[in-house]
């Protein structure tokens, strides 16, 4: 029996790990992710040790964020035109081989070095993204999609949570040095994993490399070089506008990094000064979210089907906002740790249903030769709001509060699901079970 034949009774592997193509995407991403979460820890830690500045270290976040954004969209274009497999080998061997100038870094003066690597990982982060969501659909038939989407979700979180720790120990007693190693080897397996996915599950892979891109009206671009590729990004965005359902699901989608950029900045400040707790309860207490979210992803992604697009979007969302509001006002009645740890945890649950609700739908809904924009452009936006959110938590927290702020985060999430129930009303037949691409 192949990888690709039915599935044996009383298996307990999932249906898409079962296809080999898939299986390598998934784990060529959970090592690529499990390097990415690696250098996310270790290389701020190095930052710091080398010049003793928070500010200094808080910047090489925003040379990633800034970076980012702009790659996104240059990401999205090259996605469509190029094989994605080859895409996904080739940034994976050369996030490897950019990491070796950081073996130079062993003084502030050079730190340079640092902003030119950290810029540079995030770019081919932010071209690896749309690449593997593109990749998704043409490897599993459409009923495994939502499936594939919580597996993609327990592989993001399965990384967080053996990533982060790995990080924190491999430069406590490597250092930096042990950072670029660890870091690279996991690039480089991630590129052997990817570069083995059988070229014969591809063929439906790379539907605008065969031909001329098209616009959104149908015929072939005429324009070359910059103008050409500014037309094929512009035609991404005309995309998201004119197919039903897709401006909706990006927009409510970006909106909601609103909230999540609000909890990256007051996260720490409420466990530390709200709870009164200490560094070691910020760590538990996001690690066993990451444990909340492995379970999601497998339970999810098996009913997501049932459940369809909408219901796991907007109900998702609006029981994220309503968890969420439950944890910053339970100080109330508690302050205990572990309290927060298990609601945190249960937090998962509807993190990943939205997930995985919002990308089966972009999937679904984008035609194959403009995934590739689509999704960058809802990657990037969603970049861009977060920083919103970050920007505007950092400015108001010490003027109205940090309770007041986390509320506020909390009514976003609960307005983005009521608005994407009443957006998302699906047609007949359009659930994610028996997804049919909707063509501008």
């Known amino acids: 029996m192949t990888s690709d034949g039915p599935r044996p ?11 080999r193509g898939f299986s390598l ?17 270790g290389l701020p830690v190095i930052v710091f040790q080398l010049t003793g500045s928070a500010l200094t270290t808080s910047t090489v976040f925003v040379v990633e964020l800034v970076t980012g954004l702009v790659a996104g969209q240059v990401g999205g274009v090259l996605v469509d035109r190029f094989d994605r497999r080859r895409i996904l080998v080739v940034a994976s061997l050369l996030q490897a081989l950019l990491l070796l100038p950081l073996l130079a870094v062993d003084h502030p003066d050079r730190l340079w ?3 030119l690597v950290a810029a540079a990982q995030s770019a081919l982060a932010r071209l690896c993204a749309p690449a593997q969501a593109a990749l998704v659909p043409v490897l599993v038939p459409p009923e495994e999609l939502a499936q594939a989407n919580g597996l993609a979700a327990l592989a ?66 005429a324009e070359h070089g910059l103008r050409r590729f500014a037309a094929d990004w512009v035609d991404g965005w005309r995309t998201i506008v004119r197919v ?28 530390l000064q709200v709870l009164g707790a200490d560094g070691g309860a910020v760590g ?26 909408r219901n796991l979007v907007g109900w998702g969302f609006v029981l994220f906002g309503v968890l969420s509001f439950a944890i910053w006002n339970a100080v109330i009645f508690t302050t205990s740790v572990p309290v927060y740890a298990t609601l945190f945890a249960l937090v998962g649950f509807p993190a990943v249903a939205v997930m995985v609700g919002l990308t089966t739908a972009i999937q679904t809904l984008s035609p194959p030769s ?28 010490d003027r109205i509060g940090v309770a007041p702020i986390l509320d506020v985060q909390s009514l976003i999430y609960v307005t983005c699901g009521l608005v994407a129930l009443w957006l998302l009303r699906e047609p007949r037949g359009s659930r994610a079970a028996n997804p049919e691409p909707v063509r501008p």
């Open 9 to 19: 009774r009383g298996s307990r592997v999932p249906a898409p790990l079962r296809r």
């Open 25 to 41: 995407l998934w784990a060529g991403y959970l090592v690529s992710d499990l390097g990415d979460w690696t250098l996310l820890i």
């Open 113 to 115: 070095i640092v902003y």
């Open 156 to 221: 993001g979180s399965l990384a967080r949570l053996l990533g982060a720790p790995l990080g924190g120990l491999v430069v406590a007693s490597l250092g930096l040095a042990g950072i670029v190693a660890a870091d690279a080897v996991t690039f480089l397996a991630a590129a052997a994993l990817l570069a083995a996915i059988p070229a014969r599950e591809l063929r439906r892979a790379e539907p605008s490399t065969a031909r001329p891109a098209t616009t959104a009206d149908g015929p072939p671009a």
């Open 244 to 271: 039903p359902g897709l401006g909706a699901l990006v927009g409510i989608g970006a909106a909601s990094q609103v909230a999540q950029g609000i909890f990256v900045v007051l996260y720490v400040v409420f466990v």
């Open 284 to 309: 538990l207490i996001r690690g066993l979210q990451a444990i909340g979210g492995i379970a999601a992803g497998l339970v999810i992604g098996a009913i997501a089907s049932r459940l369809g697009t």
């Open 370 to 397: 403009h995934l590739g924009r689509v999704y960058a452009a809802y990657d990037t936006s969603s970049t861009a709001l977060q920083a919103v959110g970050v920007l505007a938590a950092g400015a108001l927290a």
